[in-house]
């Protein structure tokens, strides 16, 4: 469908000019369909916030908000599911931290790896200069 020419531009044959056009069409609607969910439901929230700014316009309102957890637990205090929540967030951050050391580990591994491949592709390519942990070289702060 497509030919390279010595000038690196890409010629369309003539016979292929309609699969080409079809195709840049299907390419364009699936653009616009991954994007028109968002789009279309923040249009419908602000076309829905209008009613709520008329219908409030030039009165005086008061509004109480209340959020809460409510853990009443019959005869005892609750004090074990204080405890079950701190155990699960001191899990959590644990987990956190740990994937953290070990994904820095890995990029410790690959980064020679890497900038010989780099290497291999285009000898005069410059190396990103990242810290062999992947962190932002200090002199570049």
């Given at each position: 469908?497509?030919?390279?020419?010595?000038?690196?531009?890409?010629?369309?044959?003539?016979?292929?000019?309609?699969?080409?056009?079809?195709?840049?069409?299907?390419?364009?609607?699936?653009?616009?369909?991954?994007?028109?969910?968002?789009?279309?439901?923040?249009?419908?929230?602000?076309?829905?916030?209008?009613?709520?700014?008329?219908?409030?316009?030039?009165?005086?309102?008061?509004?109480?908000?209340?959020?809460?957890?409510?853990?009443?637990?019959?005869?005892?205090s609750g004090g074990w599911f204080n405890v079950a929540c701190l155990l699960l967030c001191v899990l959590g951050v644990g987990y956190g931290l740990f994937q953290r050391w070990m994904r820095s580990r890995q990029i410790q591994m690959d980064t020679e790896h890497f900038k010989r491949l780099e290497r291999l592709i285009d000898k005069k390519r410059s190396s990103s200069n990242l810290t062999s942990k992947g962190k932002t070289n200090p002199s570049d702060k």
């Open positions: 469908m497509k030919k390279r020419s010595a000038g690196n531009k890409i010629q369309i044959n003539a016979d292929n000019l309609k699969d080409y056009a079809l195709l840049q069409f299907a390419e364009g609607f699936s653009k616009f369909a991954a994007i028109a969910p968002k789009w279309g439901a923040l249009a419908f929230l602000a076309y829905q916030l209008r009613y709520a700014i008329t219908e409030l316009a030039g009165k005086e309102t008061l509004a109480l908000i209340k959020a809460g957890v409510s853990y009443e637990m019959g005869r005892g």
